[in-house]
């Protein structure tokens, strides 16, 4: 394991994770809780984000990176950054739950992704529910997805509904194990 990857981990165990029953997005209950918002917004935590999701993607091509918000949105910006201190430009995207109203009423902000190869991104995944409707987004957008990617996977369903329901690679840094959780 490289620094910056076990680093990611203990910053993990030791500020995300949260015992107790909890529901979750998709309805279901659960006795833990990854808070990954407490990484991916935390002044130390959040730039090893972007290194391990680089380094768990590395041999994929893509240009653009996002997902479904809130939870991808400082995943994709912690990977911007941690490209351009690589010298690669990366531009980051939003997946809105609803497309806006008004102004430009787009659904996916950012520079355009139109016949763009991209990433989608996540910061847990249960179900893989949001990074399946991030999917469907992107490619009503016109861009290819090459694969998803997550920060933590609860190993509840999320790659078999990636896998085979949007028939794309699921990649994640850490699993329950890792992380010490049953
Ligand atoms: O794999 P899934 O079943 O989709 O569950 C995981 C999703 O749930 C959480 O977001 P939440 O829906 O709580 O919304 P938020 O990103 O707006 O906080 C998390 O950030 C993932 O996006
Ligand atoms: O499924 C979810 O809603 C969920 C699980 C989890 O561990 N962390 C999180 O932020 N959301």
Do not use: C, N
Request: proline share 3%.
């Amino acid at each position: 394991m490289t620094d910056v990857r076990a680093a990611l981990l203990q910053q993990i165990k030791d500020k995300a994770v949260v015992h107790g029953k909890v529901t979750l997005s998709s309805g279901l209950e659960a006795d833990y809780y990854v808070d990954l918002r407490r990484i991916t917004l935390d002044g130390e935590a959040a730039p090893l984000v972007g290194q391990v999701l680089l380094d768990l993607t590395a041999d994929l091509e893509f240009d653009a990176v996002g997902g479904l918000t809130m939870g991808a949105d400082p995943v994709a910006a912690s990977m911007l950054h941690a490209a351009a201190a690589r010298g690669r430009k990366l531009d980051a995207f939003v997946v809105r739950k609803a497309a806006k109203a008004h102004g430009l009423q787009r659904r996916v902000e950012g520079p355009d992704i139109e016949g763009r190869r991209v990433l989608v991104v996540e910061d847990t995944s249960t179900t893989g529910g949001s990074p399946l409707t991030a999917v469907e987004a992107v490619r009503e957008a016109g861009a290819e997805v090459v694969a998803v990617a997550t920060i933590v996977d609860r190993a509840t369903g999320a790659a078999e509904k990636i896998e085979q329901g949007a028939g794309v690679p699921y990649r994640y840094a850490y699993d329950k194990d890792e992380l010490g959780l049953d």
